[in-house]
């Protein structure tokens, strides 16, 4: 037996002396809960793949958001469903449409509450991507298939401007095409919405668990011709690590005051590369699958939803998150204050 012997169980023994070393903390206000906005009053349509997500009509969003933050919730995110979507997804951009709605009615009625918006096109589009389409510029179906990168970016630039002018705390470019910060800081710095920051999402990866938030922003790509079946060609290939570190410096370098990592847990090691690189604030998205797995072992009894509810996301801290996005955000808000509603 060595002598003196190391014990690291020493400060495990009760749980004042865990709490006296604990390195990471979940706090409410570490929480930013997405929520969908669809035209009409008094809508709440539950999202099946998603149990205890619903689209709500800005009047049920509002209460929605009220009830979030009397559990400590302090920061929403918002994406819309619009009432028409085209080619262009002019109603990503429209003055008056889904979204700034949402916002002017949250900004009144609960002021101390932070509302970011997704900046994005594919909730706006006919044909589901998170831009316009070569194929529907150049008028020729299916020969040039894809999405128009550059002529994306005005779209973007003139949504976000769209959310600031609602009273956005904060704009969240989703696309992923390439430039789209910049072009966003622009438009806001000329328009005098200077001081609105910008939270990219910057290493964002193609793959298989948004399928829920696609029943729920009712964004999923169509079929068709000159359509692209998904959207590898503009999201990140799970396998590369080293190109996330590229698309966070571009980001930063464009002007993005906070950069996301999404989805989360599959993708801890991304969030501690980022925090351990670069200087600005990290979020993690808990994203619609991850969620959906919990909820659906927890249905069959398999695990305690609560407790894993809060491992997952106290890890995404300890991951180097600074803050994280989860339809878990109003419950484990609740778990923590306990405050339940
Ligand atoms: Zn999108």
Not at 73 to 100: C, M, Q, T
Not at 193 to 221: C, N
Not at 286 to 303: D, F, L, P, T
Request: hydrophobic share 45%; with cysteine; glycine share 10%.
């Amino acid at each position: 037996m060595p002598f003196p012997q190391e014990r690291p169980r020493r400060l495990r023994r009760t749980e004042a002396l865990r709490s006296l070393v604990r390195e990471t903390v979940l706090s409410p206000g570490d929480l930013v809960w997405p929520l969908f906005a669809v035209p009409g009053t008094r809508v709440r349509n539950a999202v099946k793949s998603m149990p205890g997500v619903f689209q709500l009509s800005v009047d049920e969003l509002v209460a929605e958001a009220q009830g979030g933050f009397e559990a400590g919730v302090r920061s929403v995110i918002l994406f819309g469903v619009p009432e028409e979507k085209d080619a262009l997804g002019s109603g990503a951009y429209d003055a008056d449409g889904i979204i700034p709605r949402a916002v002017r009615a949250l900004k009144q009625r609960v002021p101390g509450l932070v509302v970011m918006t997704d900046v994005c096109m594919c909730e706006y589009t006919d044909h589901g991507h998170c831009g316009v389409l070569k194929a529907s510029k150049a008028g020729g179906p299916g020969q040039d298939l894809g999405v128009d990168n550059d002529a994306t970016l005005p779209l973007l630039a003139k949504e976000a401007v769209a959310h600031a002018q609602a009273g956005a705390d904060i704009v969240a470019p989703s696309d992923m095409m390439d430039g789209r910060v910049a072009a966003i800081r622009r438009s806001l710095d000329e328009t005098g919405y200077g001081d609105v920051p910008i939270l990219s999402y910057a290493a964002k990866f193609a793959g298989a668990f948004y399928g829920p938030f696609r029943d729920a922003a009712e964004s999923a790509p169509r079929e068709g011709p000159g359509i692209p079946r998904d959207r590898k060609a503009y999201q990140m290939d799970p396998a590369n690590a080293r190109e996330a570190m590229r698309e966070v410096a571009l980001d930063v370098g464009e002007g993005a005051d906070m950069v996301m990592v999404k989805p989360a847990v599959p993708y801890l090691d991304i969030v501690r590369m980022v925090k351990d690189r670069f200087e600005v604030p990290v979020a993690a998205y808990h994203v619609s699958g991850e969620y959906a797995m919990i909820k659906a072992a927890a249905e069959r009894g398999w695990i305690d939803e609560d407790r894993v509810a809060l491992e997952t996301l106290l890890c995404c801290r300890r991951a180097g998150a600074d803050f994280v996005l989860t339809y878990y955000a109003k419950h484990v808000a609740g778990l923590l204050t306990g405050i339940r509603r």
